[in-house]
């Protein structure tokens, strides 16, 4: 009972917690003592700016302590020597596996959190696991898929927190539905229903922030923050509070492709041909009219119109304007993959006896044309490790 003697009691707590070492512990028998002292508030208000590890112990209903009943205020007070906690927040991880326009939901059960509601499959980042680690267990966890690192996208990280809940770190990967490898629900206990939903016409019996997240990452945002009030639903409701708020990168949308627009002579077969060419690259259908269509990827997309006003009726990629598009391809089992299933959607392949080296030694592509004479390039984006 002597702090409060002191000239300057703060600058004496200060001085003592500088003595210590970390995990060290300064002890103090205090109290309001006849009217006279520092209650147990004030002097861990003191302590605020060295330590929140402040443990109080009432011994003023002892009277052996005493040698007497007393009826003020006494106590023991503990302080570790630790700085002060920083906040730190959950790290999530979800995966988008996608299956052309489709993409895998799970419907949750027996979690106690937003049952009953679809979902990705997803999880969080464990003590020592990086976020690629985690996600690359969860998805073997929960949906059986084997993923490598090279596997794996970021397509989204998005800060977020459940009605009355803490904030939470979303991290949104995204990965290739492998045929021979076909997702399966793995927890049953943990989920009733595992099927294929198409990303541009998701299900409103969703998690609001995944719902949130998909909507996000189709409109081509890398960067978001989903912040529910006390109150809102956890289910995604279509006229329900709109809580997403995308951040710009620092990057400058100036001089990005926008879009790039086909005229073809026969919207219908543009349609099939381009259709499947742009959703197995991973676009996603954008835009529909009478005498259009679109598919995005990103902030970009790729048009076909059949416009009214044409000049000629076939294009001729060997005159001045559009010679051809090149697309970035994962790898070459992916090229290889496409070069097989052109011919059934009207592509054939340019130069066969060259592939896949038409553009030259040490570049892997497939050139393709299709029935209206439109030229597309794949080029292999990065050939696997010695």
């Not at 596997?151 to 290739?176: I, K, N, Y």
């Not at 279509?238 to 790039?260: F, K, N, Q, S, Y």
Request: glycine share 10%; charged share 25%; net charge negative.
């Amino acid at each position: 009972h002597v702090v409060w003697l002191l000239p300057d009691p703060a600058a004496a707590l200060a001085h003592w917690f500088g003595l210590l070492k970390p995990g060290g512990r300064l002890v103090l028998i205090e109290g309001v003592w006849g009217g006279v002292g520092l209650s147990a508030a004030r002097v861990t208000a003191l302590l605020a700016p060295h330590t929140e590890r402040v443990h109080h112990e009432d011994l003023a209903g002892d009277p052996r302590l005493w040698g007497k009943e007393v009826d003020d205020e006494r106590y023991a007070l503990v302080a570790r020597a630790e700085p002060p906690h920083r906040h730190t927040e959950v790290v999530d991880v979800h995966l988008i596996l996608r299956r052309g326009p489709d993409v895998l939901l799970a419907r949750r059960a027996n979690t106690g959190y937003a049952d009953g509601l679809l979902h990705m499959p997803s999880g969080h980042a464990e003590d020592g696991e990086d976020i690629r680690e985690a996600m690359i267990r969860e998805a073997a966890e929960e949906v059986g898929v084997v993923l490598d690192p090279d596997d794996v996208r970021v397509a989204l990280v998005m800060q977020h927190r459940g009605p009355g809940g803490g904030a939470r770190m979303g991290w949104f990967f995204v990965a290739e539905y492998d045929a021979e490898h076909p997702p399966h629900n793995a927890e049953p206990e943990k989920c009733s229903e595992l099927d294929w939903f198409p990303l541009d016409a998701l299900p409103d019996d969703m998690v609001a922030y995944c719902r949130a997240g998909l909507d996000g990452y189709r409109a081509g945002e890398h960067f978001m923050i989903h912040w529910h009030e006390d109150g809102d639903p956890i289910a995604h409701r279509p006229d329900g509070p709109r809580r997403a708020v995308a951040l710009p990168p620092a990057a400058e949308r100036t001089g990005r492709v926008h879009h790039i627009e086909l005229r073809v002579p026969d919207l219908a077969g543009a349609e099939r041909r381009w259709g499947w060419l742009l959703t197995r690259l991973g676009h996603l259908p954008y835009q529909r009219w009478a005498e259009g269509r679109s598919w995005r990827r990103g902030e970009s997309y790729v048009v076909v119109e059949q416009s009214p006003d044409l000049s000629a009726d076939h294009h001729d990629r060997r005159r001045p304007g559009l010679n051809h598009m090149a697309f970035h391809v994962a790898d070459r089992a992916t090229l290889d993959a496409l070069k097989a299933e052109a011919p059934a959607y009207g592509w054939r392949l340019l130069h066969p006896e060259r592939h896949p080296c038409a553009g030259g030694d040490g570049h892997r592509a497939a050139c393709l044309e299709d029935e209206a004479g439109y030229e597309v390039e794949l080029v292999v984006t990065s050939e696997p490790r010695p």
